[in-house]
C-alpha cells in the first residue's frame, strides 16, 4: 500500500505497518519552493515575517542545519514549510486512497476529510517504476512544497467525486506534538530540501527522485 501524508498530503507524517504490499508516502510535507511558487517570498520581505518569522531567525536555521544541529520551534517555523493535515493508504498500481487521519483543526479536518474517507489520485507517480520492480517492499515518498500553498485533492462522497482546495499550514501549527516531531526530524535528515520529490523504502532512507 501507498501511504500518503498530506500532512505528511502526511505527504508526509507517521510511518504506518503495510497490510501486503508495502507503503507509499506521496505528497507529504510542502517545504518552501520560492523558484516555482508565484507567492513565494525571500526571507527578507514583509511576507516572509508574517508567515514564518525574521530573516534572523530564518539565517540562523539554515546555519544550523548546514551544521546539524536542533533547530528551536521557531527556527522549524521559519523554514515556512507545510501539511494539509491528512494521511492516506493507497495500494499499489489502485487510483484511489483511504484516508487513515486527519490533524487535529487542519486545513483538511476544517474542509471536512474525515477518516474513511477515499480520495481519487489524479497526479502521476514518479516512482512507479521502482514499485513494479519489488511490489511487496514499502515505499514512502515526500514531495516538498511551502507553507501557505493550495493543495488540490478529489474526494468521492457517494461514488461522485467532490473537489477540494486546502492551503498548507506551516507544520508547527500541528496540534499532535508526536506527529510535529516527525515532520521536524525529517527536514533535519534531508537537510531541508527547497522542493522536489524524495522517495524510499522507509522515511529514513530517502533519496532524490528522478
Known sequence: MKDLRHGFITTTSTCLMALALGMHLPLV????????????????????????????????????????????????????????????NQTFFQNTAKV?????????????????DKMLMTE??????????????????????????????TLLRHKEPVKMTLITMNIEDIE??????????MVSELDYPQDGTFTGPSIHTLTPTQ
Not at 526571507?43 to 544550523?64: C, D, I, R
Not at 486527519?102 to 474525515?114: E, L
Not at 499532535?176 to 526530524?185: N, S
Open 29 to 88: 510535507a510542502w517545504a518552501d519552493d520560492a523558484s516555482s511558487s508565484s507567492t513565494s517570498s525571500s526571507p527578507s520581505s514583509p511576507e516572509h515575517t508574517m508567515l514564518y518569522g525574521s530573516a534572523n531567525v530564518y539565517a540562523a536555521a539554515m546555519q544550523k542545519l548546514s551544521k546539524r544541529q536542533r533547530l528551536t520551534a521557531e527556527e522549524y517555523r521559519s523554514l515556512g514549510i507545510g501539511t494539509a493535515g491528512f494521511e492516506a
Open 100 to 116: 487513515i487521519k486527519v490533524y487535529r483543526d487542519s486545513p483538511a479536518d476544517k474542509a471536512g476529510v474525515r477518516v474513511g
Open 124 to 153: 502521476a507517480n514518479p516512482a512507479e517504476a521502482m514499485e513494479r520492480a519489488n511490489p511487496t517492499q514499502p515505499l514512502f515518498q515526500i514531495k516538498f512544497k511551502k507553507v501557505g500553498v493550495p493543495v488540490e485533492i
Open 176 to 185: 499532535e506534538p508526536e506527529i510535529r516531531k516527525m515532520f521536524e526530524k
